[in-house]
């Protein structure tokens, strides 16, 4: 997204989280990128370029709404952490192509901030709703945490965490001209006794600079 407004927003892939219960690089990884016109690109999931980023390619719009999910057997309701899968295929980075995710078991998170000088930052927020939900049945979205990483990523360039619920969180502060990725594993609390049911509920991710 480009353009010259008083602030820039992005919004990209929202991502879906299914719990479905039985009844009963060496450092984190951000680059600096060459200034130029104010732009926010962001991509959670699946995204489109069309090359990698450090050869001149050109990122643009995917309407792809990626999951993560899971499945808790009604012998294992309640007892302890499930990790949760996705349906997203990316797993090398967009920057330079380096294999960088492991599906289905992480989500590639990435983006970059530009502009014509190197003031200010761009804010990467999440926000859920408070609950999941299953017909009348609810579950607390902040039962859902994520362990960040990629490959010979040892300091993660977003912060592990878990969800809010019901409100947006800070993630990252994004300085001007930076691209940057990480691969995010989710999982279930799973440390109640929920009725039977399919539970879904949508993170919005978005970037956002003044």
């Known amino acids: 997204m480009?353009?010259?407004?008083?602030?820039?927003?992005?919004?990209?892939?929202?991502?879906?989280?299914?719990?479905?219960?039985?009844?009963?690089?060496?450092?984190?990884?951000?680059?600096?990128?060459?200034?130029g016109s104010r732009s926010l690109y962001m991509v959670v999931g699946n995204g489109n370029i069309t090359a990698r980023y450090d050869q001149g390619g050109t990122p643009g719009n995917n309407a792809t709404i990626n999951t993560?999910?899971?499945s808790v057997s009604a012998a294992n309701l309640g007892g302890g952490p499930v990790a949760m899968t996705t349906n997203s295929s990316t797993t090398n980075s967009l920057y330079d192509n380096f294999v960088?995710?492991?599906?289905?078991?992480?989500?590639?998170?990435?983006?970059?901030?530009?502009?014509?000088?190197?003031?200010?930052?761009?804010?990467?927020?999440?926000?859920?709703?408070?609950?999941?939900?299953?017909g009348s049945n609810t579950l607390p979205f902040n039962t859902i945490s994520w362990q960040s990483g990629g490959i010979g990523d040892v300091t993660p360039t977003i912060p592990s965490g878990s969800f809010v619920g019901g409100a947006s969180q800070t993630l990252l502060a994004v300085p001007a001209n930076t691209w940057f990725e990480s691969c995010l594993a989710f999982r279930y609390a799973n440390n109640s006794m929920p009725a039977a049911g399919t539970y879904t509920g949508r993170a919005t991710y978005t970037l956002t600079a003044p």
Do not use: D, K, M
């Open 68 to 70: 993560v999910s899971t």
């Open 2 to 35: 480009t353009g010259s407004p008083a602030a820039l927003r992005r919004r990209a892939g929202w991502l879906i989280a299914s719990i479905a219960c039985a009844a009963s690089h060496a450092q984190a990884f951000t680059v600096n990128i060459s200034s």
């Open 100 to 134: 960088f995710c492991s599906v289905p078991a992480e989500v590639y998170v990435a983006g970059f901030f530009r502009g014509p000088g190197n003031a200010g930052s761009a804010s990467l927020t999440v926000t859920a709703p408070a609950n999941l939900v299953s």
